[in-house]
């Protein structure tokens, strides 16, 4: 078994999410269970497959994210893990700052 290393940081975020499969348009409702500058893992009993193409939109408190992503793993009756493809330069503002509310003051720069 391989062992995954993440690129960033992740932080526990609990947040409604909504996934589209880009292909054919099939969708998701579900929550994320945590959060990094790169992606998230979301919780679902019917992941999509390994490699999928999704449009992804996370919905947090008034706000929303929206980006292209691509399934990296599935696990049936668990989640899976989405690696954020393309974000628009206003959807990444939205991301840094609610990463930006989980990291300690430490972590600050």
Known sequence: MRIERHRARRYSFHASVELTEVLSEAQLS?????LSLFGCQVDTP??????TKVR????YRSENFGALG?????????GMG????????NEQSVLDKWIAERRGPREQG
């Open 46 to 51: 019917k992941p999509f497959p390994a490699g």
């Open 70 to 78: 691509k399934v990296v793993y599935a696990l049936q009756n668990t």
């Open 82 to 89: 989405i690696h954020f493809t393309k974000i628009e330069p």
């Open 30 to 34: 579900e929550r994320t269970r945590d």
């Open 56 to 59: 992804i939109k996370i919905s």
